[in-house]
């Protein structure tokens, strides 16, 4: 610690400075109001409506001094990148540590959610940018479910479910133009696949009731191809994130929590699966179906081994003792091993998947 030292010989401590905000008021990190119009137009092109699946690119500087779009495309350099997102935190800061003004709180929270847009485009894994965004679906969820009634009763708002379906589509084609787009490690984002894995947990069945014209209750078939169709676009998503990013077990993971979801469908014992024969036949089919687009992503990746590992979880599941299960299971060992006999390819990837026919006590020749 510094000290002075006064006439008499006496020790005298500097005079203590005032404490600086760490958060500013956003208006003055951005003073200039190009920079502001940069912003708002980056904001506008973020959320576009109706909502659609972006593809994304930030820009090195030299290319271009605007941001580049077209249709569904956004290239932005990272020059204008970089003061837009110190806006956007100083923004969701000033929203997270400041007292919610009644008059201000509607505005604040719509500025908040926009600023979330900027912020994880700049940084994928930014915690509290998806906290919030988390917090705005799972009250606008509470808000469709029930509503409180003078005389302590609730009934479920028609309007307010309605405003949550479109939430939750919005949220999906935003984390899903995140990770399929050619950005910095963004594919690869633990968070942002954690966060999609919540959405998927917690709102698939609203998403489902909402696409039941009829307004008859939801039954267990209809659930279940509803939910076959969602996995199958899932794993179109995976498969383009692994493009991406190889070795993508963050990805990979994602899918195999879709597969278990949907394999909780089946009846626990195989006796009992005729008793259901239709939903059994439906996710059998589809199990078959995956398992050959798998297996084709794997061949044009053959040094990918996250990609094999997800295979042979797929092939594992209990629809190989189904009809049909083992003959499926068999023919990608044998077209697996035509690969590499016809290509004499030497890959420790293709190598590790051929030994686990073993694991999975398949014949691969017979």
Same mark, same amino acid.
């Given at each position: 610690?510094?000290?002075?030292?006064?006439?008499?010989?006496?020790? &005298?401590?500097?005079?203590?400075?005032?404490?600086?905000?760490?958060?500013?008021?956003?208006?003055?990190?951005?003073?200039? !109001?190009? =920079?502001?119009?940069? %912003?708002?137009? *980056?904001?506008?092109?973020?959320?576009?409506?109706?909502?659609?699946?972006?593809?994304?690119?930030?820009?090195?500087?030299?290319?271009?001094?605007?941001?580049?779009?077209? $249709?569904?495309?956004?290239?932005?350099?990272?020059?204008?990148?970089?003061?837009?997102?110190?806006?956007?935190?100083?923004?969701?800061?000033?929203?997270?540590?400041?007292?919610? =003004?009644?008059?201000?709180?509607?505005?604040?929270?719509?500025?908040?959610?926009?600023?979330?847009?900027?912020?994880?485009? @700049?940084?994928?894994?930014?915690?509290?940018?998806?906290?919030?965004?988390?917090?705005?679906?799972?009250?606008?969820?509470?808000?469709? *479910?029930?509503?409180?009634?003078? =005389?302590?009763?609730?009934?479920?708002?028609?309007?307010?479910?309605? +405003? *949550?379906?479109?939430?939750?589509?919005?949220? @999906?084609?935003?984390?899903?133009?995140?990770?399929?787009?050619?950005? %910095?490690?963004?594919?690869?984002?633990?968070?942002?696949?954690?966060?999609?894995?919540? /959405?998927?947990?917690?709102?698939?069945? =609203?998403?489902?009731?909402?696409?039941?014209?009829?307004?008859?209750?939801? $039954?267990?078939?209809?659930?279940?191809?509803?939910?076959?169709? @969602?996995?199958?676009?899932?794993?179109? /998503?995976?498969?383009?994130?692994?493009?991406?990013?190889?070795?993508?077990?963050?990805?990979?993971?994602?899918?195999?929590?879709? &597969?278990? *979801?949907?394999?909780?469908?089946?009846?626990?014992?195989?006796?009992?699966?005729?008793?259901?024969?239709?939903?059994?036949?439906?996710?059998?089919?589809?199990?078959?179906?995956?398992?050959?687009?798998?297996?084709?992503?794997?061949?044009?990746?053959?040094?990918? /081994?996250?990609?094999?590992?997800?295979?042979?979880?797929?092939?594992?599941?209990?629809?190989?003792?189904?009809?049909?299960?083992?003959?499926?299971?068999?023919?990608? @060992?044998?077209?697996? +091993?035509?690969? &590499?006999?016809?290509?004499?390819?030497?890959?420790? !990837? &293709?190598?590790?998947?051929?030994?686990?026919?073993?694991?999975?006590?398949?014949?691969?020749?017979?």
């Amino acid at each position: 610690m510094n000290t002075t030292t006064s006439r008499e010989g006496m020790f &005298v401590l500097p005079a203590r400075k005032e404490r600086v905000s760490t958060h500013p008021s956003p208006s003055i990190l951005m003073s200039s !109001s190009s =920079d502001i119009t940069t %912003y708002t137009h *980056l904001i506008s092109l973020l959320s576009p409506q109706p909502p659609t699946i972006l593809e994304i690119e930030i820009l090195p500087s030299s290319i271009s001094q605007s941001i580049l779009y077209t $249709d569904h495309c956004i290239g932005i350099p990272k020059s204008l990148l970089v003061p837009c997102f110190l806006r956007a935190r100083s923004i969701l800061s000033f929203h997270l540590t400041t007292a919610p =003004d009644p008059n201000r709180l509607i505005a604040t929270q719509k500025e908040a959610l926009d600023a979330t847009l900027v912020i994880l485009l @700049f940084d994928g894994g930014h915690i509290s940018a998806l906290n919030l965004r988390k917090r705005s679906l799972w009250a606008l969820r509470i808000a469709a *479910l029930a509503v409180h009634l003078d =005389d302590g009763r609730t009934r479920v708002e028609v309007s307010k479910r309605q +405003e *949550l379906i479109p939430a939750i589509l919005r949220e @999906f084609l935003w984390v899903e133009s995140l990770i399929t787009s050619p950005l %910095y490690k963004h594919a690869k984002s633990p968070t942002l696949w954690a966060h999609r894995w919540w /959405i998927v947990k917690w709102f698939w069945r =609203d998403v489902a009731g909402a696409m039941i014209q009829s307004g008859e209750p939801v $039954d267990e078939q209809v659930e279940a191809g509803i939910l076959i169709g @969602f996995v199958e676009k899932e794993l179109q /998503i995976v498969m383009k994130a692994g493009e991406r990013h190889s070795g993508n077990y963050h990805a990979w993971n994602h899918a195999r929590e879709m &597969v278990r *979801l949907v394999m909780l469908f089946l009846p626990t014992r195989t006796e009992e699966w005729y008793e259901n024969k239709t939903v059994t036949k439906e996710i059998g089919e589809a199990w078959r179906s995956w398992i050959g687009a798998l297996h084709r992503w794997c061949l044009g990746h053959p040094r990918d /081994i996250s990609g094999w590992s997800f295979l042979v979880f797929l092939m594992d599941q209990p629809m190989r003792h189904a009809e049909h299960g083992k003959d499926a299971v068999r023919d990608v @060992f044998q077209n697996t +091993e035509n690969f &590499v006999k016809r290509f004499e390819w030497q890959g420790r !990837s &293709v190598d590790w998947f051929l030994g686990s026919a073993n694991y999975l006590r398949i014949d691969s020749h017979g």
